[in-house]
């Protein structure tokens, strides 16, 4: 076999194929990062990041303080004023909550920053802002403030300098600056400015299950935690059942869970820049490096390309050279192909598998009809031989019996050829119709009339149910041929003493034409063969039977072209129903019944 050109080889064009795209892409994609990078930078001039802390905690403030976001409209409109950018507030599902310019699209893409006021921090900690039920009361704070004044007074004459640190929930605290480590602080009652009041306990002991219900164990009451920090009392829960870190980890989902209906839902921050005027951008112009840099990735990128190209070519090709091998084998020896994936080279192996097989069937197919056909012809061409060397010889009296049989054998021989010539026609697609409108009579009398005189001659009993002027569309030559082998067949394996029944009728739109005997039957495995050339049920090719094995397979053929059927069914030694329907009749009139026996 001669090799493929290399101008037609799939590696070099695909890898002509792939160079190329790679190049356009690597061209197009440096083009649109100096392009995007130039924006990226506009924009990042033009964001001031102070600006945009100072917009994320007034926000991150305001989800703290209230349970939705329904209020904060005139809050981002004066955050836009004075930071000069566009602010836009989505919802986690990215619908509209605020926007300082309802005349832009809203924004789509990662966003500037997530307002979770539920978040915890880098310390784990949650915004302190969020008070919830832990807010105190006018009277629980004038307390606890009275309380912590004579803390700080007390301290102050024992020469420790403190001081009072309102916190978001109402509560004070003392925070000590400075203390003599000669004095204790217990001293002053700091410790009693630390106990929760009553709110905070009835909120420390709904903490307390929540906590206890995520771990699975008993509810420790309020002193599990102290104030203002959360810090948990390991002691107060069962360490056997639990561990330090599933424990902060239920404290941390327990305080989200209690805080979460007192603070605004998750949304999306968007800080971009308003629109600009007519100004024209500046252009952004590459160094010398950045030219360098992009040229090295660039070639980097070609390179990978052209390797990665190859290797694929090479496999892509191994299995088609394998196929063409494969291909190429004898017919009498078929070398299945190697299929090696579920694509399109898979598939093609897979087709080429099927028609390899079906290629070798057929052969065998063929080399089996040239012998069967040579048999068929070899025996009535062996009996003429016989009979004329006897007659040559003067074995055999040269009289009317001896012609007699001669056109027997000629006769036999004859059948053959025409019945080859009609399946060569069948199979060359050449084999011609010629309907027209008849009588039923004319196409099953005479075919029935000539089979009459053999089936009584074998002792049998041939009954027709037909209606003789029924009129049908058919070719009537070929129909009778139809009838005739049908027949023939049946009259040949039914035993003396039975019954051959012809039938034929019109229902709806076919012609139905129906054979029946009561003779041998087919076994089941074998119903499938009848139509089949040269094939006989014994397996055997002594025409025991005196039939050719090419009747119902033209038949077959017959029916096909008339656009119609024929199917069969079988009993074993109870008889045979063989069925042929042509289409496109007319209705049948009632059918007029007659017994030729």
């Known amino acids: 076999m001669r090799p493929v050109p290399k101008h037609r080889s799939i590696v070099v064009r695909l890898l002509a194929t792939s160079t190329l795209v790679a190049i356009c892409a690597t061209v197009g994609t440096s083009w649109l990062a100096v392009q995007t990078t130039t924006r990226v930078i506009q924009q990042e001039q033009g964001r001031s990041l102070e600006d945009d802390n100072a917009v994320y905690e007034t926000l991150m403030g305001y989800a703290t303080t209230y349970p939705d976001w329904k209020g904060v409209g005139p809050m981002v409109a004066r955050l836009a004023d004075r930071t000069g950018s566009r602010i836009t507030l989505l919802t986690s599902n990215r619908r509209l909550i605020a926007d300082?310019?309802?005349?832009?699209?809203?924004?789509?893409?990662?966003?500037?920053?997530?307002?979770?006021?539920?978040?915890?921090?880098?310390?784990?900690?949650?915004?302190?802002?969020?008070?919830?039920?832990?807010?105190?009361?006018?009277?629980?704070?004038?307390?606890?403030?009275?309380?912590?004044?004579?803390?700080?007074?007390?301290?102050?004459?024992?020469?420790?300098?403190?001081e009072i640190v309102p916190s978001p929930s109402g509560r004070t605290e003392v925070r000590i600056l400075s203390a003599d480590p000669k004095r204790s602080d217990l001293n002053c009652g700091i410790i009693n400015v630390g106990a929760p009041t009553t709110t905070e306990e009835k909120a420390l002991a709904d903490l307390s299950r929540r906590v206890a219900r995520c771990l699975g164990l008993p509810a420790p009451g309020a002193t599990a935690f102290w104030l203002p920090n959360f810090e948990v009392a390991m002691d107060s829960f069962d360490r056997t059942h639990a561990s330090e870190a599933e424990i902060r980890a239920c404290v941390m989902l327990s305080r989200q869970d209690q805080l979460r209906r007192y603070a605004a839902p998750p949304a999306l921050l968007y800080v971009s820049d308003p629109i600009a005027g007519n100004s024209r951008p500046e252009a952004f112009t590459l160094s010398r490096p950045n030219i360098v840099r992009i040229v090295v990735v660039t070639g980097g990128v070609l390179a990978v390309t052209v390797a990665f190209t190859v290797f694929v070519g090479l496999r892509l090709t191994r299995p088609l050279r394998a196929l063409t091998d494969a291909a190429g084998a004898p017919i009498d020896t078929p070398?299945?192909?190697?299929?090696?994936?579920?694509?399109?080279?898979?598939r093609l192996a897979t087709v080429l598998n099927d028609l390899s097989a079906r290629r070798f069937s057929a052969e065998q197919q063929r080399k089996a009809m040239i012998n069967d056909i040579a048999h068929e012809l070899r025996n009535p061409m062996t009996n003429i031989r016989s009979l004329l060397e006897a007659a040559e010889d003067g074995v055999n009296p040269t009289d009317a019996r001896l012609v007699a049989l001669l056109l027997d054998e000629t006769g036999q021989l004859s059948r053959i050829v025409d019945d080859l010539r009609d399946l060569a026609a069948a199979d060359a697609g050449t084999l011609r119709l010629y309907p027209e409108p008849v009588r039923l009579g004319d196409v099953l009398g005479p075919a029935a009339e000539a089979h009459s005189r053999k089936a009584e001659s074998a002792g049998l009993r041939l009954i027709t149910t037909f209606d003789p002027v029924?009129?049908?569309?058919?070719?009537?030559?070929?129909?009778?041929?139809?009838?005739?082998?049908?027949?023939?067949?049946?009259?040949?394996?039914?035993?003396?003493?039975?019954?051959?029944?012809?039938?034929?009728?019109?229902?709806?739109?076919?012609?139905?034409?129906?054979?029946?005997?009561?003779?041998?039957?087919?076994?089941?495995?074998?119903?499938?063969?009848?139509?089949?050339?040269?094939?006989?049920?014994?397996?055997?090719?002594?025409?025991?039977?005196?039939?050719?094995?090419?009747?119902?397979?033209?038949?077959?053929?017959?029916?096909?072209?008339?656009?119609?059927?024929?199917?069969?069914a079988s009993t074993l030694g109870q008889g045979t129903t063989v069925t042929v329907r042509v289409p496109g009749q007319a209705d049948a009139d009632d059918a007029l019944f007659t017994d030729m026996s």
Not at 134 to 150: H, I, S, V
Not at 532 to 539: E, H, K, T, V, Y
């Open 100 to 162: 300082s310019d309802l005349r832009l699209p809203t924004p789509n893409g990662p966003p500037t920053a997530v307002i979770d006021p539920l978040e915890p921090n880098d310390e784990q900690q949650l915004d302190p802002r969020i008070v919830g039920p832990y807010r105190l009361p006018t009277g629980e704070r004038d307390a606890l403030r009275r309380k912590a004044t004579a803390v700080v007074d007390c301290m102050a004459r024992d020469g420790v300098r403190a």
């Open 470 to 568: 029924l009129p049908v569309t058919v070719d009537p030559v070929r129909m009778r041929q139809v009838v005739g082998n049908l027949l023939s067949n049946a009259v040949r394996h039914t035993p003396p003493g039975g019954t051959v029944t012809l039938r034929g009728e019109v229902i709806g739109e076919q012609l139905v034409i129906t054979t029946t005997d009561t003779g041998t039957g087919i076994a089941p495995d074998d119903l499938a063969h009848i139509f089949d050339r040269f094939w006989r049920a014994d397996g055997s090719r002594q025409r025991a039977t005196g039939g050719s094995g090419l009747g119902l397979a033209i038949v077959r053929d017959l029916m096909r072209a008339h656009g119609g059927t024929v199917d069969a």
């Open 335 to 346: 070398t299945p192909m190697p299929v090696t994936g579920r694509d399109e080279i898979g």
